[in-house]
């Protein structure tokens, strides 16, 4: 076992232990007696197809400079959130606790259960649909998977292309999902 997966450790509050923390104000809770079975797999990149900075962890808390970007203006009045947050560096953040439901799935349906927020983790991976991930972010997505599989019923993984295949695209054609099986996970 590596150092990483010492710290991936999930307290009674939601939240894993020594990793970075930063509130998001959007969510809510789960609704009662819900199982948290889905993992869905997004990405993000703040302008579109940019990298670096502070703006996806601005957005998720509500204080995006609109000044910054012209592209800020058109999604100032969005509340979302997710999470985690896995940055192309390989930083991993937390903005909501696992207990409750972030914002990340908006309109979405798996397995004939509608709003998937109310039973699932989202998991944004800082890039685009048409750039590979970084392989430090594959490495960050397993460990973090295996910890959420350590402590949830989870039984599937998918991406918000899965969930709401009308609206959303990501984690795009370029996510190598290969690297997530699911049974393979839990053989380890």
């Known amino acids: 076992m590596n150092s990483d997966e010492k710290l ?10 020594n990793l970075n923390k930063i509130q998001s104000p959007n969510f809510d809770c789960r609704p009662k007696n819900t199982d ?12 579109p197809n940019q990298f670096g900075g502070n703006y996806i962890e601005d957005f ?16 100032k009045n969005l509340k979302v959130s997710s999470h985690f947050l896995i940055k192309r560096s390989g930083e991993l953040i937390q903005f909501v606790s696992c207990n409750n439901r972030a914002w990340h799935a908006g309109d979405s349906s798996w397995k004939h259960k509608s709003n998937c927020n109310d ?27 295996k ?13 918000h292309n899965q969930i709401a295949p009308q ?3 990501d984690p795009g054609p370029l996510f190598n999902w290969n690297l997530i099986n699911l049974e393979k996970i839990h053989e380890k």
Do not use: A, W
């Open 8 to 17: 991936f450790r999930i307290d009674d509050q939601g939240f894993i232990e």
């Open 36 to 47: 948290i079975d889905l993992l869905v797999i997004h990405n993000i990149s703040l302008p």
């Open 60 to 75: 998720f808390q509500n204080k995006l400079d609109l000044k910054k970007h012209s592209y800020f203006k058109t999604i």
């Open 119 to 145: 039973f699932s983790i989202g998991i944004e991976l800082e890039g685009t649909d048409h750039e590979p991930f970084e392989d430090n972010q594959y490495m960050k997505l397993i460990i973090l998977i």
């Open 147 to 159: 910890c959420l599989c350590k402590n949830y019923p989870i039984s599937d993984i998918v991406g």
């Open 167 to 169: 609206r959303k695209t």
